[in-house]
């Protein structure tokens, strides 16, 4: 049986250390791009990201994933600095397209305005 697959025991369901991962980085990335740490947008993000979960997963239980995958060690801090990381970047990126759209969206908007009516 590979790592990623679901291991059943005693009727729970254990999560693989790629979900904890994905878990960690919804947090991060709402986190992130918020300032502040919104379940709700965290579950949404993790429903979007994984249309077929394999666990039923509220904003609530998804906190309290969190906590535990943090709390105890679940991952490595090299590993959370790389999803820490990667979200970061994802965010830069993201802020420096909206950026040079709305840049080019008021340079249009100018072009038109100094041109002359016929």
Known sequence: MSKNEQIKHKGKVRWTTEEYKEIV???FHILGKTGTANLKQ???LWQTRNPQPKHNL???TMATQRRYILNNNKLTEAEIDEIKT???EIIKQATR???EEDRN????ETQTISQPRN
């Open 58 to 60: 509220t904003a609530n």
């Open 25 to 27: 980085w919804c947090h």
């Open 97 to 99: 397209m909206t950026n």
């Open 86 to 88: 990667e979200v970061t």
């Open 42 to 44: 965290s579950s949404e």
């Open 105 to 108: 969206k008021r340079r249009m």
